[in-house]
């Protein structure tokens, strides 16, 4: 048997939302999964009131708990995210040291990023940002947001000029530019 009761949230003792579960057992207890949820366990027959009196003892030794578990959760999630960006650079950086040494251009590093924004610009002219998910186009994407990228480091700007320049090393950019403003523009910095 399984009752949900969300707890009203008071000012000052704010106890977390709770799942009862009943059974045949003598005594109250409580757990917390690994997704943070709490979860009561109680023996049938016994009253909500009392059960919330016992989680209510708990409250602050509760929350410590939870506050540890969905921490370590964002821990996860940040190696989720440096994999990815790691996985990400294995794939572009190829293409931007073959055609820098191609343009005869040069930088000083490269960011991968996982920012969720859709524009944003290069604080440091001489960094390339490239979103991670950039990784998983076509090579032609690729290489496409590689050169025009790298035609910044020669044109600050979107010139007649820098648009010649991108297509002395990507002759098929006009296309590639236009399957990236229909799949994902917001890979773009700038
Ligand atoms: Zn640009």
């Not at 003598?26 to 059960?51: C, D, F, M």
């Not at 409250?59 to 990815?84: A, F, G, L």
């Not at 920012?115 to 998910?133: E, G, I, P, Y």
Request: aromatic share 14%; glycine share 2%.
């Amino acid at each position: 048997m399984k009752l949900i009761i969300l707890s009203p949230i008071k000012k000052y003792n704010m106890i977390p939302a709770y799942t009862i579960q009943y059974s045949y057992r003598k005594t109250v207890s409580i757990r917390i999964n690994r997704k943070g949820e709490l979860i009561v366990s109680a023996p049938i027959g016994i009253s909500e009131q009392k059960v919330h009196d016992f989680v209510k003892a708990k409250n602050n030794r509760i929350i410590q708990k939870i506050e540890y578990i969905k921490k370590t959760i964002s821990d996860k999630d940040m190696d989720v995210s440096k994999q990815m960006k790691e996985h990400a650079l294995i794939q572009i950086l190829p293409r931007v040291e073959y055609y820098a040494d191609m343009m005869h251009v040069s930088y000083t590093n490269i960011k991968i990023t996982t920012a969720q924004t859709k524009r944003w610009s290069c604080s440091n002219r001489w960094v390339l940002m490239f979103h991670w998910k950039l990784s998983q186009f076509p090579i032609s994407i690729v290489d496409y947001v590689v050169v025009h990228e790298l035609a910044h480091l020669v044109h600050f700007n979107h010139s007649k000029d820098f648009w010649w320049l991108v297509e002395k090393y990507h002759p098929e950019y006009r296309f590639s530019k236009k399957r990236l403003k229909e799949n994902g523009s917001w890979l773009w910095l700038w």
